[in-house]
Every structure is written in structure tokens, then in C-alpha cells.
């Protein structure tokens, strides 16, 4: 282990600088890798909330955390995906549900049957097939039982209030034995051949040192655009907004189960509601003056916003993630679109991608450009599926026009034109998003292939026809079996109150 | 229902035409798709032994055959792995397993704490002895893998098999499920002036066939994709110089493995695959550094069997069609492209044309060419086909055979740069490659890497997390495991007895 990496220091701030701590700190503590912290001044106000994706849990599982503390620590809710509406009264209301739709049908996948179904005239919508929708839609929590494993899939986010989560990150550091310091500002420090980064000095003059590092400064990349000049690609053209408004409202009585998405005529809005409040946020275009987005987000919303603040967003990839004996996570790394609320997402693939590649020695020169290729890759896969939001759009209003009109990667073209002609999702390496989140997203903007796989059409008509009302009747089922949502923080917030327990995972 | 059936014609009669006529007969409405199969007596097929990956048996089970008479119908035997000697350089070899090299610690791969205890001097066994395969493979044992718990490390299985006799297994199956086959040999092909489309055949004895769609399963022939539509040939002789085979069967021989071996030659490598009744082999060498006539004694003076005949020659080049799907033509085998079966991929290449075609293929109703779904075809083919050829040179590349010209050449070349970087990120760290659809697999990627002599600088220090004295008995453990695992196997020629006999066939074993 000669010149193996010893001392690692993570500067930044919020959840993506504990986040790295945590995961550093639990998977490499053991091969003796000191992990310091040097923490900058929040840059979150009430209203922010990390809407998660599914994959989140098994991070925290990997950390040991225990969920029902989390949730109730953080005042935090349950997502079971995103309903998006549209308020301009061009298209249908869709879901997309962290889970699969349907079940296989006489031994074949159940999509192209329910193309074929709906191609002779079946009425009922793709994500009513939908057990994860179904309960979203019924306010219930869904978990799923021998039967549900049988029938599918099915997962969830959560809605984490970004104060309190990140406090909850940075205890959990701490506890495990991560250094922390503190400063207003930095100096960065370079080694005496100039190249890499030595360390960097505090507000109060103190110097932290360390041999390898984590830029998690936010869009701001500190470390490495500031200091290590990696250049950035801008992706503003692929996307129509360039400000959000984030506020938050009081909680509402019955808090829905995911998040409700709706798109007005100068951008969209959604809701996220999580046990404080409900956590607004509304995406638009410059092009509107500040003073009409607040009017904008306050009709779309229907709720006394409140704590409104307005921030210019600037979607974008460094060239390099990691460059000389610095990583860059989160925004520093790479900015996105707000739409699917994939940030927690893109700090979470930072990590777990550096985590095998983490130098072994002095030169890791190869290490590097696997994971900035990994990286690259995974980012524009997500980007993607961003952008497919957009230009499969069929709202009304000049923002969305736009948003039709935006350039797409020759990837995407790809994904959509096979999808539109077969019904098959084209699947890449280093997806974020699975084949059901782009099934979802496809057919919810009313991409209706038009052929499907032939190999359904040997099951005869009345087995399709029983089949399809099968499953219907036991996602009904299912459905009154669960329990709402409210019920379910309860007793996430009554397993927490017991004695600490910290959980097992192998 | 109320459009005519689209008619689907597949041209060549081998292994790849009949597996094509099966699969289409089996997944698509007889209402929709009419089948017909051309295929000329006179032409023989390249049909030798052959060797196959875990992956036929879904193909086999797609078709809902039974396992039992398929054995016995095609002379198969059991494979779970293919043994390569003298790759590396002469008196050393291993296996490639069909299955991992221990188990996941930690979410941890497992070669980090093997590597962790060999350079923290626990003096681990070597690495195969924690595979149960390989194990299995060293005492030609088989038993059916237990899907329902691991008794040590997890393990899959494929066939050797007659590639004559599936073809003709295949074959009674397909017309019996109403394919229709038309024997004659193909004259001329014809071409709608204005699409470019092949619109029918012409047979030597002047009848005619018209189609909708045509399958070219014609072999190194390629008369529709290649001669016709004119698909551009892509060459990768530059990476795999081998361009000559001489196959023969000989008597079986007393060692019945369960496994194929691949045995590394001064211009190439001799293949040996045991089926039921004899033993196939064949030499692939590269014609420029031997003669046929000494390739031909090699191969005849490392037969371990009496020869069945002479040997048969066969010439290609490594490469493939840039197009395996043009116009209203999809190449399958040889038709679309070859690489040596040094990795038994030629049926698996096959199944996999197969079943992206049956997703893909135009309906009745939407009988024009879709350039997006042929687009997606090509796609998928090409992605395969490479990753497959970068596996195949890290055969050659990685040896220590100096002084030989076929192995000094190929260590010298260079390399894809897709390969060189994999290599770069084994040897610094034993970082192997991950692809979603696990072709090839971690495991297959270790298999080749530490067999072909190569050792990483360092482990990921992810395995640090293991105290080393934990570490030290978890290996043990697992190393007894594997031991007690393959001692309770039978013979591999003992369940192939048992198995494959009509009397008393053995079927409780494979349930539990």
C-alpha cells in the first residue's frame, strides 16, 4: 500500500458533504483512510427538500441507518413517485410510480399486451395497471407482501426536509468518527510542483492537509473548476428554465404520497409534502419577471406560498468529474434540470462509483478516466430522461413550445424512435432511470407505439381480456390492504421513539 | 387478423436456419407469419462438434424442449467451462467456469480478499480451488446446479452436443410445428427496383419464392446480406490472424470431461469437445505462419481417440457484416459475421440474432422496413459482437510464448482501446469490467485475467473491513465448502449414463 491515499478531506456543504463523509467514512475507515470534513456555511432555507429516488434506501442501509429515525428526525415523508398534471388542458394526468405495471401475461411481458389491448380499443390507462400508482393515487403506503413480490415491483423516495436531513447526515459522521471543521471561507492549497491540491486554509488561518479530495461546494466547484480550472459544458440549451422559485405552505391535512407535478403555461410546479410543510418549488424561464412567477407559482400552487426566494439555475457537466487527486460530487460535479429531483441522485453516483476506484496507490491515472467515463455516461443518461420530459411535452404556453424544440442527443432520438415504432425501451449502461421509469415517462407523454412485440399475439383474446381485469381486480385488492400514509408515519414515528438499535445489514 | 400473413423465408439450412425456423415457430402466430426454410442438400453445413454457452438452455426452454431427449438426440454431454492449456505460456493452464470465483463479502468481489490474504501472507489456496465449477471440472464431476440454496460458490451449465444432429432435432421440430421446408439450392435473388427490398429466390430447379422477409442463414456464403445487398465487410483478422480450420472426430476416450479444452499450438489452438459417442477436435491456426499439411499432423498426433475420417478443412476471416440487418434482410451466423469458437460463442451469437429479430420484426400490418427497429438491431449486434472480440484477443494478447510468431505477433499489436484500458484497470487494482446484460460476466473476465498470468498491483481496500484472522477462517471454510460440494458429485459419465438413458431416465436429480 506505498503512497496509498491516508488522508482524505471533503469540503462543502448540506447533505452532499455529509453524504460523502458518511459513505467515506463507513466503507474505507476500516483500511485506515482519515476522513476530514471542512464545512461551509449552509446554503439551504426551510423550504428546500431532497425528493429522493428509490435508491437511496440501500445507501442508507449500507450506513446502517435506521429508516423510521430518519423520517422522524427529519419530519420527512414517504414518495411513492410523481403525478404529473397539466393545468393548460392539453394532455392527461400520468404517474410516475416507483414501481413496475402489470404482470406477465400467458408467459410474455405485459407492455405490448397492453399496447395490443389499447390498440383494439381498451379504455383504461397504462399506469392503472399500476399497483405502486394505485396506492399513491389512494394515499396509502405500499409494502410489498410474498403476493406483491410475486405480482412486481415496487419501491419508494422519500421527502427529506434538506435542513434537517443534512443535520441528521453530519451527526451520523461525527458519531462515526469523521473530523469536522469549520470556515466562513477558504484558502485553497496547491503542493510545491503546483499541480495538485495540498490542502486547504480556514478563516481563522489553520491549514487542513490531506492527499486526496472531495469537492462537494455545490455548483460553485470550488476545488476543482476554481482552483483545478476543469471546464464545464453547458447544457442550457437543452432545457427551457433557467430560475426556480422554491417556498414552502403549511402541511395539508391529508398529505398525498408522492409528488404532484403541474404544468402551468410558464413552467411547472410541484409539490412535495413532507410531515413540516409542503415544499414548493416552481421552474421557469428568465423570460418571466420575477414579480408574475410568484403570481404564477401561487395560482399553480393554490397555497399561501411562503419564504419564496428566487434562484438563477444554470444545468451543466464538468468535462472531468475527478481530475489530478480531486473528485468532484454532486453540483460541483454536474447541475440538472429540477424536474425528477435527481440531485440527491447524482451525489450518490459520485460516491458509489468512486468507492471502487479509490486509489490504491500513488498513480491512479486509470482509475480517474474510468470513473470520468463512468461518470460522463451515467450523467447523460439522466439528462435524457430529463430531457425527454420536455420535448415529449403536449402542453400549452411559449415555455413549452420551446421546450418541444430543444436538441436532444442522438441517444435519446434513439430511445424514442424504437419506442414509438415497438414499444421497446432501448436500455444503455449506467442507467439511473430502469425500463419501467422510461415506460412511465414515454407513455405518459402519450408516445402510444405503434406496434408491439409479436410474440403476444399467440395468447388468445378472452386469456388477454381475463388476464388484464385479473390484475386489476388484485391491485384493487392490495390497495385496501395497505395503510394510509398518515398511519404509516405514526408508526414509523412510535418505532423511532424505541430504545436505539442500530441496524444490521451484512 | 384481417391483413395476410407476413411470410417470413430463411435461407440455409445449419444449425442457425433451423434454431431461426424453431424460435419463429414457436413465438409467432401462425395466423401472421407464414415460415418456410430453403435448404439445399448438396451444401454441407459446418456442423461439428460443438460447444455451447449456459444461455442455449433458455433458448431450449423458449421451446419448451426436454432436456433428456434433446441429450440423446444430439449426443450431448455436460460443460461447465472450457479449460485452456498452454495460453499462458506451455504447462500452465485453467479453467474458465461457468460460475464465480467465491462469493460477494460485503458487497465486497471476491478477488480483493483473495488478493488481500495472499499479499498479507495468509497463503490462500489458488484461486480456481475456491470455484466449485472449476473443481468439478478437475475431477469430471457434474451434478445440476441447486437454484434454491448454495451449498458453496454458484455454478450454471451448458452443452456439448452434434451440431448436425441439433440442426436435425431442430429441423423435425420446426416442420412439425408448421414450418415449411423447401429443398433446392439458390440461384438468384431478386430485388425490387425501386425499395431494394429482396422480393423472392430462384431455385435451381427454376421454381420461385416469394417473401415478405428473408432470413440469410446461408453460412460464410452470405448470398443475400453479403453477395446480394452488398452489406459491407468488417475485418478483424489484424486482431485474430487465425484464418484456417481442420476438424475431426476421433473414438471417445477414456477422460470424459465435462468441460471443453482448448489447447494453445505453435499457429493456433487445437479444440476438444467429448460428446456421447466420440470426440470432436479441431485445429484453428493462422495460415500464413503453417502449412495445411502440418496442421494437419498436428491435429492428428494430439488425438486422444482413434480418427473418425479425414479431417475436414474450413477457411474464414474474423470479422462481421457492419449491416446485420439491411433492407428487408437480417443476417444470422456465419452469414452475419465469425469469430473463432474459442469462447463457444457462434450458437450463442445465434440465439441472441434471433431473439433481437423477433422483437423487432415487422408485422403484417407494418409490413415496410422500420429503419428504427433495424436500426436497434444493428445496435444491439454490433455491441455483442464487440465486447465478444475484445474477450477473444485478451486470449492471445496476454501470453508469455516468446520466440513463437503467431503469439509474438499478438502480444505486440494494439489493442482495441476498450481492451487496453480494461487490462490497465485489472492490473492496478483487479478492477474487471461490469456489463448489465453480464456478457461476459465478471467472473468469465477473473477466469481469463488471473489465468492468463496476470496479477494486480493492489486489492480495493473496500476488503480491508474483514479482520484478517475472520478473513483466514472465512477462507478456510469456504475452501472445505467447495471440496465437500464437488466430492458428493457423481461422474459427469455416470449422470450422462443415467441421464440420457431411455430406461431409466434420472430425473429426481435434477430436482433437487
Known sequence: MNGAVQDLVIVGRDAPVWLAACVMQSALGPAGLRVTVVELPDALGAADVYATLPALEPLHARLRVEEARLISATRGAFTLGKRFQDTTGQAAAFFHAYGSTGARIDNTEFLPNWIKARHYGLPVAFEDFCLTAAAATHGRMLLPDAEIERHGFTDYGYHLPAIPYAAWLRQLALHRGVVRHESQELEILMTPGGSDIAGVRLDDGRRVLGDFFIDATGAGSLLLAGRLAVARESWRDSFPADRILVAHAPPVSSQPIYADVRAGENGWLALHPSQACTHVIHSFSSETPNHRA??????????????????????????????????????????????????????????????????????????????????????????????????????????????????????????????RARGEVVHYEDESFSIDDWQALMLGHGVLPETWDPAVDRTPPDLLKSELRRILGFIRRKVEEQRSHAEYLQSASAASAAPHRERRVD | MAHSPLHIVIVGGGSAGWMCAAACAQVLHPDRYRLTLVESDDIGTVGVGEATLPALRDFNTLLRIDEAQFMRETQATFKLGIEFRNWDRPGEHYVHPFGSFGQLWGGVEFQHHWMRARQRGLNPAPLEEYSCAVRACRRNSFDFPDLKSTRSTVYGYAYHFDAGLYAQFLRRWAIARGVKRIEGQVMDVALNGQSGDITGLTLKSGATIQGDFFVDASGFRSLLLGDKLGSPWEDWTHWLPCDRALAVPCERSADFTPFTRSIAQRAGWIWRIPLQHRTGNGHVFASRLISED?????????????????????????????????????????????????????????????????????????????????????????????????????????????????????????????????????????????????????????????????????????????????????????????????????????????????????????MT
Not at chain 2, 451466423?333 to 431473439?355: D, M, R, V
Open chain 1, 294 to 419: 410568484i403570481e404564477n407559482a401561487e395560482r399553480l400552487a393554490r397555497l399561501e406560498l411562503q419564504g419564496v426566494e428566487i434562484r438563477a439555475h444554470d444545468p451543466g457537466r464538468r468535462l472531468l468529474a475527478w481530475q489530478r487527486n480531486c473528485v468532484a460530487i454532486g453540483e460541483a460535479a454536474c447541475t440538472f434540470d429540477p424536474i425528477h429531483g435527481v440531485d440527491l441522485q447524482a451525489v450518490q453516483l459520485g460516491l458509489v462509483h468512486l468507492l471502487p476506484l479509490f486509489p490504491v496507490d500513488s498513480d491512479y491515472a486509470v482509475e480517474r478516466d474510468e470513473y470520468n467515463k463512468n461518470l460522463q455516461s451515467a450523467f447523460e443518461r439522466i439528462r435524457d430522461f430529463q430531457s425527454a420530459h420536455y420535448v415529449l411535452n403536449r402542453y400549452r404556453g411559449a415555455f413549452w413550445e420551446r421546450a418541444r424544440l430543444t436538441p436532444v442527443s442522438s441517444d435519446l432520438l434513439r430511445r424514442v424512435g424504437v419506442f
Open chain 2, 294 to 510: 502440418e496442421a494437419c499432423a498436428t491435429l492428428l498426433g494430439q488425438l486422444d481417440g482413434q480418427a473418425m475420417g479425414e479431417p475436414k478443412l474450413l477457411r474464414f476471416r474474423a470479422g462481421r457484416r457492419v449491416e446485420t440487418w439491411k433492407r428487408n434482410c437480417v443476417g444470422i451466423g456465419l452469414a452475419s459475421g465469425f469469430l473463432e469458437p474459442l469462447e463457444s460463442t457462434s450458437l450463442f451469437l445465434i440465439q441472441q440474432g434471433i431473439q433481437d429479430m423477433l422483437r423487432l420484426l415487422p408485422t403484417p400490418e407494418a409490413r415496410g422496413i422500420d429503419e428504427r427497429l433495424a436500426g436497434e438491431f444493428n445496435r444491439r449486434t454490433d455491441a455483442l459482437y464487440e465486447r465478444i472480440r475484445d474477450f477473444l484477443i485478451l486470449h492471445y494478447v496476454a501470453n508469455r510464448r516468446h520466440g513463437e510468431p503467431l503469439w509474438d505477433h499478438v502480444r505486440s499489436y494494439a489493442l482495441p482501446e476498450s481492451l487496453q484500458h480494461k487490462l490497465e484497470l485489472f492490473a492496478s487494482r483487479g478492477h474487471v469490467p461490469y456489463f448489465k446484460d453480464g456478457f461476459f460476466s465478471r467472473d468469465s473476465w477473473l477466469a481469463v485475467l488471473f489465468g492468463q498470468g496476470l496479477m494486480p498491483r493492489a486489492y480495493d481496500r473496500l476488503a480491508d473491513f474483514i479482520p484478517l484472522e475472520d478473513l483466514d477462517a472465512q477462507l478456510r471454510v469456504l475452501h472445505t465448502r467447495v471440496a465437500t460440494h464437488v466430492d458428493d458429485m457423481p461422474s459427469h459419465a455416470d449422470v450422462i449414463a443415467r441421464y440420457c438413458s431411455e430406461t431409466e431416465p434420472l430425473r429426481q436429480v435434477a
